[in-house]
T-cell receptor, first 112, second 114 residues
Framework: DSGVTQTPKHLITATGQRVTLRCSPRSGDLSVYWYQQSLDQGLQFLIQYYNGEERAKGNILERFSAQQFPDLHSELNLSSLELGDSALYFC???????????FGSGTRLTVV | DQQVKQNSPSLSVQEGRISILNCDYT??????FLWYKKYPAEGPTFLIS?????DKNEDGRFTVFLNKSAKHLSLHIVPSQPGDSAVYFCAASARETSGSRLTFGEGTQLTVNP
């Protein structure tokens, strides 16, 4: 157990739908990162939050949004889902930036 | 624009021999490099890192070498063990331009045969 909890582990939904992925960071970590891993590709950075505020944005589609709540858990919202959104979505947390990243076990999203 | 590339999708070695995983990068602003290991159904786990002020970092069986002029790094595992079989991701970051975000390569599947 890495200490980073992601729910749900698996999600199957239809095109056009909206889903919410949840991440609870390791205790004490203020930064939360979201990454997407599509088939046979590396992890693509989506967005970072630090202590409730958006810190950095990567290749995140406009149909996707995220937030970090006062208790530091984060949610990634994916809307108007397309087949190409099927991927593994990983959350990571760290106490202070690029050192000490800890990843959760991911949410596998399948859009049918 | 793939700034971090792992050109070998897979690598197979015999137990006890050396495994060498390679990674190339294009962004000269990268100043910190990491290797992660990933087992199926698990998230990536941190393995070893190196700062651009060094050219080598060693941790037990794992050594990372950095060649800044060639924009190339490699991970050596000696001796390789069957439990090392996993996908290995190279990652890089550039503090000045992107803070703590990591840019990952596509990964290399390492298989260590008993």
């Amino acid at each position: 157990d890495s200490g980073v909890t992601q729910t749900p582990k698996h999600l199957i939904t239809a095109t056009g739908q909206r889903v919410t992925l949840r991440c609870s960071p390791r205790s004490g970590d203020l930064s939360v990162y979201w990454y997407q891993q599509s088939l046979d590709q590396g992890l693509q950075f989506l967005i970072q939050y630090y202590n409730g505020e958006e810190r950095a944005k990567g290749n995140i589609l406009e149909r996707f949004s995220a937030q970090q709540f006062p208790d530091l858990h984060s949610e990634l919202n994916l809307s108007s889902l397309e087949l190409g959104d099927s991927a593994l979505y990983f959350c990571a947390s760290s106490p202070r930036g690029r050192n000490g990243y800890t990843f959760g076990s991911g949410t596998r999203l399948t859009v049918v | 624009d793939q700034q971090v590339k792992q050109n070998s999708p897979s690598l197979s070695v015999q137990e006890g021999r050396i495994s060498i995983l390679n990674c190339d990068y294009t962004n000269s602003m990268f100043d910190y490099f990491l290797w992660y290991k990933k087992y199926p159904a698990e998230g990536p786990t941190f393995l070893i890192s190196i700062s651009s002020i060094k050219d080598k970092n060693e941790d037990g069986r794992f050594t990372v070498f950095l060649n800044k002029s060639a924009k190339h790094l490699s991970l050596h595992i000696v001796p390789s063990q069957p439990g090392d079989s996993a996908v290995y991701f190279c990652a890089a970051s550039a503090r000045e331009t992107s803070g703590s975000r990591l840019t990952f390569g596509e990964g290399t599947q390492l298989t260590v045969n008993p």
